[in-house]
């Protein structure tokens, strides 16, 4: 089970941060991914990292601004988002993954329930 929190409504330029933590399933051998969607878009990729988190992988429209970290003590993942826009405004949702493409919703296997980011201009 994987629980997102963190959402909230903020102003162009300000920070969030997100939040995701697993239970039920063994964190260190999954990697995290965040995704969104915003209302009548597809869902899309915004963040990964690699299964030992040393590289990450990140939306174009997020790199510089966005940082996602883990902590396995604690299983959870985070989502650093800085400098928000309005465009980023969407339900984010994290997930896990064992293997596949890191960009393709397909290749995760759990979902948390998301969590609305809104930013206003």
């Known amino acids: 089970q994987l629980q997102a929190s963190g959402g909230g409504l903020v102003q162009a330029g300000g920070s969030l941060r997100l939040s995701c933590t697993a239970s039920g399933l063994t964190f260190s051998s999954y990697t995290m991914g965040w995704f969104r969607q915003a209302p009548g878009k597809e869902r899309e990729f915004v963040a990964a990292h690699s299964l030992d988190g040393s590289v990450t992988y990140y939306k174009d429209s997020v790199k510089g601004r966005f940082t996602i970290s883990r902590d396995d003590a604690k299983n959870t993942v985070y989502l650093q988002m800085n400098m928000l826009k309005p465009e980023d405004t969407a339900v984010y949702y994290c997930?896990?993954?064992?293997?596949?493409?890191?960009?393709?919703?397909?290749?995760?296997?759990?979902w948390g329930q998301g969590t609305q980011v809104t930013v206003s201009s």
């Open positions: 997930a896990v993954r064992r293997r596949g493409n890191v960009y393709s919703t397909s290749s995760y296997d759990y």
